[in-house]
């Protein structure tokens, strides 16, 4: 069963049909349950391509993130049955995309602010001087929002990088994916002022890289 779903995922075809896909969750995990094929499809469809990104941005790797998703969704078919309902699924499937992919950071080397700074291509030496900009003024966004929308998102995903796997985690899942803070609390399993002030120290962390970056 996972084969045949994990495959289709990887498909482009797949991405405008998920768009599509308004079934209560409650209501396909339970048909799961009774074996449904179809639903399974359809809570894939949903949440493959929220969930790759998020995997990606914290391992930085498309091939490990592409590999990480479907490691994931492996999981989620194998337990389903003993997915309580506690909380929202696609909480509880983040849940399992985020072990998994901390896990994997454990064991992988990190890049370090020089390798960083090598690789740094001629857009991200233009979008350098636009953010050099945006950290001179005490008021302006965070970094990853102002990033949100235009190019200087790669810079600062590569910045992202060289915070530690927990404060990169938190960071995701509240600035790129909007999540609560009650919503990554859960998540990651955290109590929520852990999760505010792990926040705040990964935002003032990659000020401090980008900072020295861009200078």
């Not at 048909?31 to 399974?40: H, L, P, T, V, Y």
């Not at 399992?96 to 090598?118: E, F």
């Not at 990853?144 to 995701?172: F, G, I, T």
Request: net charge negative.
């Amino acid at each position: 069963m996972s084969d045949l779903y994990l495959n289709k995922k990887m498909e482009g075809e797949m991405t405008d049909k998920a768009s599509s896909v308004n079934i209560d969750d409650a209501v396909l995990v339970q048909q799961c349950r009774e074996g449904s094929n179809d639903a399974m499809e359809h809570l894939i469809l949903k949440y493959q391509n929220r969930i790759y990104n998020a995997i990606l941005r914290i391992c930085g790797n498309v091939d490990d993130a592409a590999e990480l998703t479907q490691d994931t969704f492996v999981k989620v078919i194998e337990n389903i049955d003993s997915f309580a309902g506690r909380s929202r699924f696609y909480t509880w499937a983040f849940r399992i995309a985020v072990n998994l992919t901390l896990n994997y950071c454990k064991r992988k080397v990190k890049l370090g602010l020089q390798s960083l700074d090598a690789k740094l291509s001629e857009k991200d030496e233009r979008a350098r001087g636009t953010l050099r900009a945006v950290l001179v003024d005490e008021n302006s966004p965070d970094p990853v929002k102002v990033a949100a929308d235009n190019e200087l998102c790669d810079l600062v995903v590569k910045a992202m990088m060289n915070l530690d796997d927990e404060q990169r985690s938190v960071m995701v899942l509240r600035d790129i994916e909007g999540m609560s803070y009650n919503e990554i609390a859960e998540v990651l399993e955290l109590e929520l002022g852990t999760v505010k002030s792990r926040l705040s120290r990964a935002r003032s962390n990659l000020r401090e890289i980008i900072e020295a970056i861009v200078q």
